[in-house]
């Protein structure tokens, strides 16, 4: 079993930083990619950004230039870093991963819980 955890949400006015942080724990795995997403009040869940193994990096629009994903590969570790915020950066955030478990490599997709980010002044 692998789970993901998440931590780093929190309550920041806007032009302010934060940084998410994700680990994914349990049972040896290789990661195809992780990611984050998004889920604001009465809205779809949207892709925020991506990074593969081959460190390949995609972000929506709405995001580009202020936000930065990031991995250590050797702690399974990934970050989000999201600088100068705006009230429409509002949402849950959520971890995400595509990974292949051992020893057959089965690619199976995790979740974690959830880290609530509020932009507000």
């Known amino acids: 079993q692998v789970q993901l955890v998440e931590s780093g949400g929190g309550l920041v006015q806007p032009g302010g930083s934060l940084r998410l942080s994700c680990a994914a724990n349990?049972?040896?795995?290789?990661?195809?990619?992780m990611a984050w997403y998004r889920q604001a009040p009465g809205k779809e869940r949207e892709l925020v950004a991506v990074?593969?193994?081959?460190?390949?990096?995609h972000y929506t629009d709405s995001v580009k230039g202020r936000f930065t994903i990031s991995r250590e590969n050797a702690e399974s570790r990934m970050y989000l870093q999201m600088n100068s915020l705006k009230p429409e950066d509002t949402a849950v955030y959520y971890c995400?991963?595509?990974?292949?478990?051992?020893?057959?490599?089965?690619?199976?997709?995790?979740w974690g819980q959830g880290t609530q980010v509020t932009v507000s002044a």
């Open positions: 990074i593969t193994s081959s460190g390949y990096t």
């Open positions: 995400n991963a595509d990974l292949s478990i051992w020893p057959d490599l089965k690619r199976f997709t995790y």
């Open positions: 349990g049972t040896a795995f290789t990661i195809n990619a």
